[in-house]
């Protein structure tokens, strides 16, 4: 029900703002069979619908479930755009959707709400993709059998769609395992919107990063401040070319924030590579080779985080 | 049609009604649905559909690091398959499988059964092979477990030159492990507005990873036993109102690990051996509420969130050192009792005023309240000193942010967004105790015509410290040099940049051009990271060259640059003025080209071949305050290249035969690893580790076999 009366109200309110109101457009006479009858063998494919769960006639919530608006549920009342169009005259236009689509993108998602307010909306309003006018129908496909951004075989691609310079980051020698297709992107943002920074799934980015490294929560005995505060403090998540995905090699990393006298504060440069001084403060381990629990410690010696 | 239900005004509805903003009820005449049959939907019968694959593939070498995440770290065959199925029942009932990498250590496996609109259950396996090194030596036995032990007959010296035994000793071994998870999901709804959600994970974390363990004056690389068992539980009460909505949550997360410890044998002189503590069990509970409410007036919108949880960890600890011949005190407490709590709420409201202005304004808190015990404590430095007593500090924070927005069309084509936001941040327990961060931004969003969208946004934001104070130190030699300014607490401003356009004149092709610059600077950083700088550029481009063919080419440049101002002293504590600087300029390039050509022999021959290359560079410069340089670090560098053709011949609708070829090659040179052997050292005893070159071919014929209808043949 909810679908068919908001479909309604949006599709006058979008005539309205089109200049194109009229009293009362009309739904079709016949429905999706009038649709077919013209885009049933249109490129790209329509047909494919009808494989996914908005195609489903046995539930009751979709747009193909009994006595529901079928195409026009989404489209719009079509009785004007599939009826007679006088020699001459363009076709009048319906609800489309994706950012070349005729339709305001507020509109279009508006729309997509009405049925899935319960599932997206929550956070959505005024969220990072809403404030940059992305359309629903820029990510999702609804017309082909699988929807590329639901399947973890595609998902990436179509997120790199606008996201290219992330696509490179996961080309980076040390990178979360998105291009190798072991992890997605939502399995650490939300794109529909988030409570937290950067769309992420939990109340914020630590609380993101413990959900697959949970060894990490603690509280421990001995925490490492930054480390508490903000994983990005030291990690870039995407990828980087520094080992453990840190944004900047040890030891100059770790000077930005330690400079008691001696060793933390001393500058180390070419000389002191395997084919110098070998100093065990810059090669193999560098700092970790001594402070070897850098994310905290629960040994009640770990004060320096070296136990 | 349910003619008993009422229309319902809908706030699209006053988005019509444009700068009026008065909500207007529309009434609409419901079609005849006895004339809507439906009778040309093809709607899916009952039965399989969908299809699977099987394939041999062949790997021309070994290499942990293109097996990483893969599981094709050895050479060799490897018997794969795959499928996408889906059975339709009779009223709506489905069963799916997806099954990806069923032969190799990447498998997942996913099975979904239920009745859509009513409930759905989904089944899930799935495996993470993470290859970390192949190419390291050690001397230690018990690999894995929780207790390393040198050989038998093993003499320590004080230097990896003077440890007799290392060489016989030294044999090759593997660092990775697997991570393993089953989940269970489960849907119910109940009504059209009620719906529940649960979601149960169980995931291991097995095998062996990367450690240290040192004594005064000595280290050596170890492997920790990793043997995590994480259960989290996601559960959900969803209710959709008319104009509202809300969700009702929790979520739980329990973390055992097997091995609390890891001893290991002292190779060199010294105490003989040490023991550190792995993570802890922990515990976190989340209760959470979330939801929107949308007002008729203005098409405004209400969300609205709040999560309160507690983390907790409370495992019996460790005595401050194994070596009886350290004295030291008895613990002040067998557990720790670490306890927090975290509060997460916001609050935003979106409204449009007029069908050209959008507002939006929000407010956000988040709290860590550390209420964890607080102790006095007498560590043992490295299981070879008795150091000084020192009191836990238990960090704390908390965020409060507001944020205000303005967007504005102010044609068809022409689109503006300014804002504004705060973010506060109290602490405690550490040298700044607030931040105070301001951020303006702009935004332009221009589209001439449906072809070509371009946007530019500029942004400028200034972060305050309170004063910066000493906090506590284990005596003077621990003591921070005063004019530290510590980059996630001190003063920044920020300055970014970002222009993007994009192209699409149809569906011949289109171009997509990105570039950021960001910029930031701690001017009131003496000591410290004093600047960082991101530039980004990125250009992506599609053409149909011909016919189906269609080509895409991409390119992207990144770099990293910063610098550190250093201030070195033997002198206890350091206050010496600063007098060495250290610079980073790190480079990443990728370019790549893919061609995918379907449809070729008359419809049977799909073809695709894709190149890539990714180059990163990474340079550091080490000079003190006249600009003389110290000796230089060479680049580190890597480059990974890659190619790979594939092609899919339909014999028929329900056949296709698949064969591919993949290369990928990965050079890297990195001055921390290469020529560092286990004795390079004097003090640590490495593994020897080296960077990850490999060089490997793929290959890979198989099958598909597409479940179809007759008809559909």
């Given at each position: ?8 109200s ?8 089109a200049g ?5 457009e009309e ?6 069979d009038?649709?077919?009858g013209?885009?049933g063998?249109?490129d ?5 619908i009808f494989q ?12 193909f479930?009994e006595k ?13 755009h ?5 020699r001459g005259?363009?076709r ?5 959707f ?5 339709t305001?993108i ?7 709400l ?9 956070q959505?309003?005024?969220s990072a ?20 951004l639901?399947?973890?075989?595609t998902?990436a691609?179509a ?7 992330i ?12 291009r190798q297709?072991a992890?997605v992107c ?6 529909h919107g988030?409570r937290?920074?950067?769309l ?6 630590n ?8 060894e990490?929560?603690?509280?421990l005995?001995?925490?490492?401040a ?9 990690h870039?998540p ?9 944004t900047r ?6 000077q930005?924030c ?6 933390p504060a001393v500058?180390?440069?070419?000389s ?13 381990g560098?700092c ?6 850098v ?10 985080l070296?136990? | ?6 229309l ?6 006053i ?8 909500p ?6 419901l079609?005849d649905?006895e004339?809507w049959q439906?009778r040309f939907?093809?709607?899916?019968d009952k039965?399989l559909?969908?299809s ?8 021309s ?10 599981g094709l ?26 099954v990806?990498?069923?032969?190799l ?12 609109g009513?409930w759905v ?9 993470r290859?970390l090194d192949d ?11 929780s207790s390393?032990t040198l050989?038998?007959?093993w ?18 071994f ?5 991570r393993?998870t089953?989940?269970?999901g ?5 009504s059209?507005?009620?719906?529940y959600e649960?979601d149960w ?10 450690t240290?363990?040192?004594f005064?004056g000595g ?12 259960n989290q539980v996601?559960?959900a ?9 809300i ?8 973390f ?11 190779p ?14 922990n515990?976190?509970h989340q209760?959470q509420v979330s939801?929107?409410y ?5 098409d405004?919108?209400l ?6 949880g507690?983390m907790e ?8 050192t194994?070596?009886?011949?350290v004295?030291f ?7 720790f009792?670490?306890k927090?709590?975290t509060?997460?709420?916001n609050?935003?409201l979106?409204s449009?005023p007029t069908?050209r ?10 709290e ?12 043992v430095?490295s ?6 007593p020192?009191v836990?500090p ?7 942010d507001?944020?205000?927005?303005a967007?504005y ?9 300014v804002g ?16 105070e961060e301001?951020?303006y931004?702009?935004r332009?969003r221009f589209?001439?015509?449906s072809?070509?969208?371009?946007s530019g946004k500029v ?12 906090i506590?130190s284990?005596?003077?030699?621990a003591?921070?040099?005063p004019?530290l300014?510590k980059?996630?607490?001190?003063d ?5 940049g ?8 149809g569906?011949?092709g289109?171009?997509?051009?990105r ?12 000591v410290?990271l004093v600047?960082?700088?991101?530039d ?9 060259l011909?016919?189906?063919l ?9 770099n ?7 201030a070195?002293s033997f002198?206890t ?5 600063p ?14 080209l893919?061609?995918?050509?379907p ?5 049977k021959?799909?073809l695709?071949?894709?190149?890539m290359r990714?180059d990163?560079?990474?340079d550091?410069?080490i ?5 003389s ?14 190619a790979?053709i594939?092609?899919?011949y ?10 591919g070829?993949r290369?990928e ?16 050292i ?9 960077t990850q070159?490999?060089?490997?071919n ?5 099958f598909?076999?597409?479940?179809i209808?007759e008809?559909?043949?």
């Open positions: 029900m909810l679908l068919r009366v908001s479909v309604v949006i599709a006058l309110a979008l005539l309205g703002m194109l109101a009229q009293a009362q739904y079709s006479r016949r429905g999706a009038g649709c077919i013209c885009h063998d249109w790209p494919p329509l047909m494919g996914t769960p908005h195609g489903n006639p046995h539930d009751a919530r979709s747009p479930g529901q608006l079928q195409c026009e549920a989404c489209h719009g009342p079509g009785a004007t599939g009826g007679r169009v006088p005259q363009a009048p236009p319906i609800i489309n994706g950012s070349k689509a005729w305001p507020p509109q279009q998602n508006a729309m997509c009405n049925c899935h307010e319960g599932h997206v909306g929550e959505w309003a005024g993709h809403d404030l940059a006018s992305v359309a629903c129908g820029d990510c999702h496909k609804l017309h082909p059998p699988q929807d590329p639901l399947s973890k075989r998902q691609e997120c790199y769609a606008c996201h290219a310079n696509k490179s980051d996961f080309l980076k020698p040390h990178a979360h395992p998105v297709g992890l939502t399995d650490c943002h939300n794109p988030s937290a920074d950067g992420l799934v939990r109340s914020n980015l609380e993101t990063c413990y959900s697959c490294h949970t990490k929560r603690g509280p005995v001995w925490e490492h930054p480390v508490v505060e903000d994983c990005t403090n030291c870039d995407h990828g980087a070319m520094h080992p453990g995905m840190l090699r040890a030891p100059l990393l770790c930005s330690h400079t008691p006298s001696g060793h500058p180390y440069d070419g002191n590579l395997a084919g110098g001084s070998a100093s065990s403060f810059v090669i193999a560098n970790l080779s001594c402070h070897t629990q994310h905290g410690s629960n040994h009640p010696s770990g004060k320096a070296m136990r | 049609m349910n003619g008993n239900r009422k319902k005004v809908v706030m699209a509805a988005l019509g009604a444009g700068a009026t903003a008065a207007v009820a529309f009434a609409q005449e079609p649905f004339q439906c939907c093809p709607f899916p039965g559909q969908g699977a694959g099987a394939s041999v593939l062949s790997v070498d070994d290499s942990a690091r293109f097996g990483n995440y893969t770290d050895e050479d060799g065959a490897y018997l794969n398959a795959d499928a996408e199925l889906m059975y339709r029942a009779e009223g709506g009932y489905a069963v799916s499988v997806d990806r990498n069923l032969g250590d990447s498998r997942a496996l996913d099975i979904s059964a239920g009745r859509q009513h259950v989904d089944l899930a396996w799935s495996e993470i092979p290859r190419t390291g030596r050690t001397v230690y036995n018990g690999l894995g477990s390393l050989p038998a007959d003499v320590r010296g004080d230097f990896t030159s003077s440890l007799p035994g290392l060489q016989q000793n030294l044999r090759n593997t660092l990775g492990w697997d393993e089953l989940a269970l489960v849907e119910y709804v109940q059209a507005r009620v719906r649960l994970t169980y995931q291991t974390k097995q095998g062996r990873g990367l240290w363990g040192n005064l280290a050596q690389d170890l492997v920790k036993p990793l043997d995590y068992e994480t996601d559960a009460l969803i209710y959709t109102g008319d104009n509202w909505n969700r009702a949550g929790y979520f739980g997360s329990i055992s690990n097997k091995d609390l410890l890891l001893t290991w044998e002292n060199f002189t010294g105490p003989d051996r040490g023991r550190s503590a792995m993570a802890p069990d515990t976190y209760a939801g929107a949308q007002f008729a007036a203005w405004t919108v969300n609205a969130s709040y999560a309160m507690r960890q409370g495992d019996v600890l460790l005595q401050y194994l070596n009886p011949a004295p005190n008895a613990l002040p407490t067998e557990r009792n670490g927090v709590d509060t997460h709420a609050l935003r979106t449009r069908d202005m959008r507002l939006v304004g929000e407010f956000r808190y988040s860590r309240d550390n209420k964890s015990g607080q102790y006095e404590w007498t560590p430095q299981d070879a000193m008795p150091g000084v020192f836990n238990v960090y704390s924070f908390e965020d409060t507001f944020r205000l927005l967007e069309r102010l044609s068809r084509t022409l689109q503006g967004t504004w936001q705060r973010k506060e941040r109290e602490r405690d327990y550490q040298e700044v105790d607030r931040n301001d951020s931004f702009a332009l589209r001439p015509v072809e070509l969208t371009l942004e400028t934001s200034s972060r305050d410290a309170s004063s910066y104070q000493a506590p284990i005596g003077a030699g003591e921070q040099n004019l300014r980059y996630y607490l001190a920044r401003d920020r300055n970014l970002q222009v993007q356009a994009d192209f699409n004149p569906a011949r289109g171009v997509s051009l570039y950021e610059r960001a910029r930031d600077r701690y001017d009131e950083s003496l410290g600047s960082a700088d991101v980004q550029f990125s250009a992506e481009g599609n053409l149909q011909w016919k189906a269609v080509a895409t080419a991409y390119f992207s440049r990144d990293y640059e910063s610098r550190t101002v250093g070195a002198a504590p350091n206050t010496a003025l007098n060495w600087d250290g610079r980073t300029d790190d480079r990443h390039d990728v370019v790549g893919a061609l995918n050509w449809g070729l022999a008359d419809g021959l799909d695709r071949a894709d190149w990714a990163t560079t990474g550091i410069r000079q003190n305050p006249l600009g340089a110290a000796t230089p670090f060479p680049s580190l560098r890597s480059r990974l290249t890659g790979e594939t092609a899919d339909h014999l028929n609708p329900r056949w296709t035969l698949n064969a070829w290369w090659k990965y050079e890297a040179d990195d001055w921390a690893l290469d020529g560092v052997g286990p004795a390079t004097a003090n640590v005893l490495t593994f020897g580790s080296q070159d490999y060089d490997v793929l290959f890979m014929v198989g598909r076999y597409n479940f209808k008809k559909a043949e």
